[in-house]
């Protein structure tokens, strides 16, 4: 077999329709078949193909029947099916193949129509195997990620700079790690971290909001800002790097990412006492997309029921979105998501925010160019 084409193994009775099928596969990929489910599992003794093909209708054992043997073996139970049917039995077995949650292909076979069914569930299988591989990685991130807090629990009582600095880089970290999975949004938190610094100096600057702002320190308000996307690692990779608008069922899930933020940062201050940082750091993951108006999620707050932090990071959010390139939009022009913004007060956003925000846009985009300059540079 080589070693770069994928291996597909046919498994009929009747050798006629092995053959038509076999040849018609035969230019692409590597093809190996048995005339009986018995045959099947002796070829599994000692090679897993990639896919595997069978006829619904066998002697002995049927294709359901073969089907729930695969089952049996762990690695050949990962492989993935398509049953083979007559045109004339599929509604024979209609409500079997419903069941089985399985793909299948009619005989005699078209080939183009072979051919698509196979590439479309070997890439299937091979997206499902790279989400779970991820999935597995993100779980053994977390768990070290604990851990890690937990034996520095002791450290970041102390508050001293080095704490401080350390923990900072630990934040920066996991917010990149969030970012890495979500790749059509790269710099999005470096870019959202600098417009909050920018929000929070105008807003001390002009006095504006101070007595919500008063024992802020600012500096561990704007780290903390950085995981306000975290939930995202309990999005799965098919939403997040969908190239395309969301379905309802879909946005449903996304949305939960806010939920899934404030999960775990309690988990991180399961191990250490709750402070300043994780206190901002969870505002910012569970209120960022509330709306002025009450139409946002996850609570529907309306007004200044949302906290300050969520209503800041609205504002550096959206206009991050809007000037970002995605692969459903171009990028919106500085002028044009600055109108938008606008557009938006009293809805959207904080009135009082956004007038901060028209005063200083210039520094927005001045902030996007640097900060694309600097991952130029990286890069």
């Not at 329709?17 to 005339?35: E, H, K």
Request: proline share 4%.
């Amino acid at each position: 077999m080589s070693d770069s084409r994928s291996l597909i193994m046919l498994v009929d009775d009747n050798i006629a329709s092995l053959m038509d099928a076999r040849n018609i596969l035969t230019n692409q990929y590597d093809i190996c078949t048995a005339i009986s489910a018995a045959g099947m599992i002796e070829i599994l003794k000692t090679q897993y193909p990639d896919l595997i093909l069978i006829d619904v209708n066998m002697p002995e054992i049927d294709g359901f029947g073969a089907a729930e043997m695969l089952l049996k073996d762990p690695r050949a139970a990962r492989i993935p099916i398509l049953f083979i049917v007559d045109n004339y039995d599929l509604a024979k077995y209609h409500a079997k193949l419903n069941s089985a949650a399985i793909g299948y292909v009619c005989k005699p076979f078209f080939g183009p129509v072979l051919i698509k069914r196979v590439e479309t569930q070997l890439f299937m299988a091979t997206q499902q195997l790279a989400i779970e591989r991820q999935q597995q990685e993100f779980r053994n991130f977390n768990a070290n990620l604990q851990k890690m807090m937990k034996d520095m629990s002791v450290l970041i009582e102390a508050e001293s700079q080095r704490v401080w600095e350390l923990q900072a880089a630990v934040i920066s970290v996991m917010a990149e790690m969030v970012e890495c999975r979500d790749d059509v949004t790269g710099g999005h938190i470096e870019r959202t971290r600098r417009g909050i610094g920018i929000l929070l100096h105008k807003l001390q600057e002009k006095d504006i909001y101070t007595e919500q702002t008063l024992d802020w320190n600012i500096e561990m308000v704007v780290q903390a800002s950085q995981l306000h996307d975290v939930g995202k690692i309990y999005i799965s990779d098919a939403i997040l790097q969908k190239p395309g608008k969301l379905t309802d069922e879909e946005f449903n899930t996304m949305k939960r990412h806010t939920d899934y933020g404030n999960t775990i940062i309690d988990r991180i201050e399961a191990y250490t006492r709750p402070n300043e940082l994780t206190r901002h750091a969870k505002i910012f993951a569970g209120f960022h997309h509330e709306k002025w108006n009450g139409s946002g999620y996850p609570l529907g707050l309306a007004g200044q029921e949302i906290p300050l932090q969520g209503r800041l990071m609205a504002v550096a959010d959206v206009y991050d979105a809007l000037i970002s390139p995605r692969p459903y939009k171009d990028s919106f022009p500085h002028e044009k998501a600055v109108s938008i913004i606008k557009e938006g007060k009293g809805a959207h956003f904080d009135p009082i925010l956004v007038d901060v925000f028209m005063s200083i846009a210039e520094e927005f985009k001045l902030l996007y160019k640097t900060v694309q300059g600097d991952n130029l540079r990286r890069d």
